[in-house]
RNA sequence: CGGGGCGUAGCUCAGCUUGGUAGAGCACCUGUUUUGGGAACAGGAAGUCGCAUGUUCAAAUCAUGUCGCCCCGACCA
């Protein structure tokens, strides 16, 4: 295809909202690919446009090829669904809530199992029928708490998901891997350095689950890999290997007399550190505080865990570990006025209550120096001891591993591998559901042997817009002067760059344009009545891969420039040898 | 949800403290000269100063409210 510049809607910009921060979204903006409309919503403009529809080609490709079948499912959903499978709640805040004329409370959907339930529900006779995956490439709603980043974390996005259902649990794990494998050619061909983490399910539910990330320092996600290379997990999801204990710790000996300390507007574990330095001229460290969480179940069970200063409370693992299905930290108002001085709590406060369940970290069950929260706004206590203090008191304490892992923390592999820590950008997740949907929307089918039973499901999704961001935000994707495209994902394949578009120069490239065009390549023609330093700046900024220029200079000596924007070709080539240049760069047959 | 900040031309921002003619750069339009890495000159068009109410002879400017946007925020930095 063959796209005059002057014929399409391309603005670039020098300047950027002040708004953008990362690579990624500031590109994007000033070359064009996206214009804001409000909050986490964008519009694409064509060159945006033009790089999902060849990210979305290349799922589709690939989801085919993986025996999925493309389907579009509805964006408007009945709530009344979401009520029954109990993801209403789950979802809480971030479900896009809209209200119909009749009053009626209906969802934008940030995802369709309920949907793909219905609509498989509706056919599904027996054993026959599977296993079947649907696909869909859509738009998505998430009320996003903080939309940022851009295209990264947007209130309204492109997602492709796929939908799984068997009647075992071979079938299930056979799709899976497929479709884990289709996953890794569409990141692939898209360009995108990736890795795969284990990762935690989320509201989605369900059991084994992976991460496509691409690694960066934008990334929103922690992730930890083992030094040995065996290993690499979300943080939500990253155990640790057995950290060594003595079960006897718990019951150590006190390292002084329990003494109230007056810590005043010091709710922070910092700000006690920090106090204690100042006001005492004690060098009190993180490690030797505790640090204690007030959470609550979804039935209003108070549940607290406690980690060491330095550490960070796993809500995943603490929700395990308590046997909760749902549980949160808790809304403070409600916790200060069940009696919890938020910001200065202490283990000591479940002594005399029998409406909190305690679990300890195993790092913090130990004996130690220790200082915590005295249970009373405006003071910390030291020397706090867990026999004497709360063990002592008929308080049952629950040990168990309820941090994140950080880096530095043995590898659950156990093979002496240390955890190491990188951000990355979550581009896509598959899981195996099992029957979590398809038991609470009661979808059977029938076995060889007349048996009903329900589904096991698994579901895979693609955050789309996420690949092209990401694929600028890496390193390779972008430089000073603009954004460096993957050439699988480019707007355009090449780019003609004509001096001035007159005469002989305009000739030419309307030739080599139709010579390409003719393969069937993309091409872009600048035939803008431009300076040529305008033209190079912009060229640079949008990032074609090929860039063609002509002009009366070279044409004298019969030939054109033909130069990469990734660096690697910048060559003089005769003129009718630049078809062949470009087909060979390219690596197609001429 | 809490705290902070910002809403003035398509974009970046000044003006607001101390109320009195609406400003600059980039972009845009016309013309001339230019033309291989964001040209120069001349002229021009473009803003109900987010919205509402109030104070005042007079409000972009002060007050109150409201909407939008951004950043930060949970014993997390």
Redesign the pocket.
Known sequence: MLTHWSRTLI?????????A?VPSHQLML?AGLIR?L????YSYLPLGLRSLQKVSAIIRDEMNKAGAIEILMPTLQPMELWEKTGRREAYGDNLFVVKDRHGRTQALGPTHEEIVCDLVGGYLESYRDLPVTLYQIQTKFRDE?????GVLRSREFQMKDAYSFHMDLDSLTETYDRQYQAYCNIFKRCGLPFEIVEAEAGPIGGSASHEFMVPSPTGEDLILKSDKGNYAANVEKCEIAPRPRNPEDINADPTGKLEKVHTPDC????D?CKFFKKNLGSKLK?AN??????CQSDDGQWVIGI?R?????NEGKLRNASGNTQL??AD?TEARKAG???????PQVAVGRDDVQLIVDADAAVGNFWV??SNEVDHHVKHFNWKRDVLDHDVKVQVADIRNAMAGDLSPQNDGGILEETKGIEIGHVFKLGDKYTKSLNIEALTKDNQRVNPLMGCYGIGVNRIIASAIEQESGHDE??IIWPKAIAPYTILITP??YTGRVAEVCDQIAADLDALGIDILLDDR??????K??????IGIPW?I???????EQGHV?L?ARDGSIDDKVALDQIVTAITSAIGLRA
């Open positions: 603005r670039t910009a020098r300047h950027v909202p002040a708004e921060e000033r804001k409000g909050s986490g919503v708490y903080r939309p940022r980043f709710p922070g574990i910092e006690v993180t505080m505790l640090k204690t969480l007030v980690v200063g330095n550490h960070d409370l949160a930290l403070e919890f001085a938020i910001g200065f709590v202490g915590t929260g002067q603009g001096i001035k009545d431009e300076r040529p330093g305008v190079f700046k912009d060229a640079d900024l860039r220029t002509v002009g009366d200079k070279g044409l420039e130069k």
